[in-house]
Nanobody, 127 residues
Framework: QIHLVESGGGLVQAGGSLRLSCAAS????????MGWFRQAPGKEREFVAA????????YYGDSVKGRFSISRDNAKNTMFLQMNSLKPEDTAVYSC????????????????????WGQGTQVTVSS
């Protein structure tokens, strides 16, 4: 079993930046694909970004490409999401997730691909 805890959320003005962290405990994350998803009030959960175990391959949702960057530090059992040029529409609860399934072009954005989830951290972007 793995336990994921997000941190780093908060209130920021439009155009600002935040860095989210996802810390894992229970076992090492080195073999897991990892992802970030977000959910705004009244909306479905949306894929944000994903990263393979070595960090060599990353995927991004269209709405965050060029603004967000996903990374990981397996030695620290932690994953990150650097969010720049934030917009009010980025406001949501951001959750991290882990998967032992191989990621590919048809499953990296699918919620069902991920086995373990954190509780989420609130990100609010004011205009």
């Amino acid at each position: 079993q793995i336990h994921l805890v997000e941190s780093g959320g908060g209130l920021v003005q439009a155009g600002g930046s935040l860095r989210l962290s996802c810390a894992a405990s229970g076992r090492a994350l080195g073999a897991d694909n990892m992802g970030w998803f977000r959910q705004a009030p009244g909306k479905e959960r949306e894929f944000v970004a994903a990263i393979t175990p070595t960090g060599m391959i990353t995927y991004y949702g269209d709405s965050v490409k060029g603004r967000f960057s996903i990374s990981r530090d397996n030695a620290k059992n932690t994953m990150f999401l650097q969010m720049n040029s934030l917009k009010p529409e980025d406001t949501a609860v951001y959750s991290c997730a882990a998967s032992r399934w191989p990621l590919n072009s048809v499953n990296y954005y699918d919620i069902g691909t991920y086995d373990f989830w954190g509780q989420g951290t609130q990100v609010t972007v004011s205009s």
